[in-house]
Each structure stands twice: as structure tokens, then as C-alpha cells.
Nanobody, 127 residues
Framework: QVQLVESGGGLVQAGGSLRLSCAASGRTSSIDTMGWFRQAPGKEREFVASIRWNAGATYDTHSVKGRFTISRDNAKNAVYLQMISLKPEDTAVYYC????????????????????WGQGTQVTVSS
């Protein structure tokens, strides 16, 4: 079992910045990939970014490219999402996710590839 605890969400003006954190505990040595997803009301859960835990390879979606950066701190068992130049359309509940099975190494953008999830943290960007 892996537990994921998120922090860093909040209300920010358009153009502002936020840094989301996700701390993993439990069987953290099993983590292969960690990622961030977001879900706005009435919309599907959307892939934001992911990182391979050991190799460090990163992936992100086009809509956040150049604005969001995913990173990790293996010693702290933590993953971060640094968000700059936030837009109102970034408003969503952001979820931290982890995969211990290797599924996300192939299909990193699908929620079905991740078997552990955080509780979600609200990010609201005002215009």
C-alpha cells in the first residue's frame, strides 16, 4: 500500500504561481511512476504530468507545457508540480497519483494506469 498526501492548492490570480506537493508513504520502494491529474467540474480526469521515479523522465500535456514542471525528491518520497503563469482554465481539483505496476511506463496519460491516488487539492485561478 502507498499513501499519498497532497498540499499546496489554493486560490491564485491569473498569472500567478502555485507549487503542489505530494508526499508518499508506505511501500514507496514499489513506485514506478508518479503523476498529476486534474479534474474540473463536469469534465473527465485529465493528465497533467508524470515522472518516472528512478529514471526521472518526465511527460506533460500540451496545455501546460512551458508553464508546469514536475519534479521529484526521492529522499523525501515526494513529487512536486510547480505551476506558473496560471490561467483560469487551470482551475480544477488536482490529484497526485502513483503506479507500482509499470502500467504508466507505457501509458502514462491514462488514469487507469495508476493504482494509488491522493485525496485531491483544489486549485482555483481567478480572472
Amino acid at each position: 500500500q502507498v499513501q499519498l498526501v497532497e498540499s499546496g492548492g489554493g486560490l491564485v490570480q491569473a498569472g500567478g504561481s502555485l507549487r503542489l506537493s505530494c508526499a508518499a508513504s508506505g511501500r514507496t520502494s514499489s513506485i514506478d511512476t508518479m503523476g498529476w491529474f486534474r479534474q474540473a467540474p463536469g469534465k473527465e480526469r485529465e493528465f497533467v504530468a508524470s515522472i518516472r521515479w528512478n529514471a526521472g523522465a518526465t511527460y506533460d500535456t500540451h496545455s501546460v507545457k512551458g508553464r508546469f514542471t514536475i519534479s521529484r525528491d526521492n529522499a523525501k518520497n515526494a513529487v512536486y508540480l510547480q505551476m506558473i503563469s496560471l490561467k483560469p482554465e487551470d482551475t480544477a481539483v488536482y490529484y497526485c497519483a502513483a503506479d507500482s505496476r509499470g502500467y504508466a511506463s507505457i501509458t502514462y496519460s491514462s488514469p487507469l494506469s495508476y493504482n494509488y491516488w491522493g485525496q485531491g487539492t483544489q486549485v482555483t485561478v481567478s480572472s
